[in-house]
C-alpha cells in the first residue's frame, strides 16, 4: 500500500468557521484580562488610599486613549462573559448542532457588542 504524500495546507486560504473563531477570541479576551488584573488592582487601590490618588485616577480616566482602552477591556470582559456561559451550554451537549453552534456563535458578537455599547454609554453618562 502506497503512502499518499502530505498535502500541502495555505493557511491564508483556510477559513476558520465562526464558532472556532468565537473560541479562539474567547482565549484572548480572557489572556487580556488576567493580565489587566494587576493593573486595575493597583489603579484601585491608590484610589482608596489618598484623596490626590483618586483624583489623579480620575484625570485619567477622563483622557479618551484610556477610556477606548476602557472600552476594548469592557467589551473583552463582556465577550469572555457570554462565550463562556455559551461554552458551559455546550459542555451539557446542549446547542453542538452546526446550525445552532453557528447562531449561538453570531448572537455571542452581536450581544457581547450591543451590550458593551450599552453599559458603557450608561456609565458615560453617570
Known amino acids: 500500500m502506497q ?33 489587566c488584573i494587576p493593573l486595575f488592582l493597583w489603579l484601585f487601590s491608590g484610589t482608596l488610599s489618598h484623596e490626590s490618588a483618586f483624583n489623579t485616577y480620575q ?30 451550554f455546550m459542555d451539557i451537549h446542549k446547542g453542538t448542532e452546526l446550525k445552532t453552534a453557528r447562531t449561538s456563535a453570531k448572537a455571542v458578537v452581536i450581544c457581547a457588542i450591543v451590550l458593551s455599547v450599552i453599559i458603557y454609554g450608561a456609565c458615560l453618562l453617570s
Open 3 to 35: 503512502k499518499e504524500r502530505p498535502v500541502y495546507l495555505d493557511i491564508q486560504k483556510i477559513r476558520l468557521p465562526i464558532p472556532g473563531i468565537v473560541s479562539i477570541f474567547h482565549r484572548f479576551s480572557g489572556i487580556a484580562l488576567f493580565i
Open 59 to 88: 484625570e485619567l480616566v477622563h483622557h479618551p486613549l484610556v477610556k477606548c482602552i476602557l472600552f476594548v477591556l469592557l467589551l473583552a470582559y463582556v465577550y469572555h462573559s457570554l462565550a463562556g456561559v455559551r461554552f458551559l
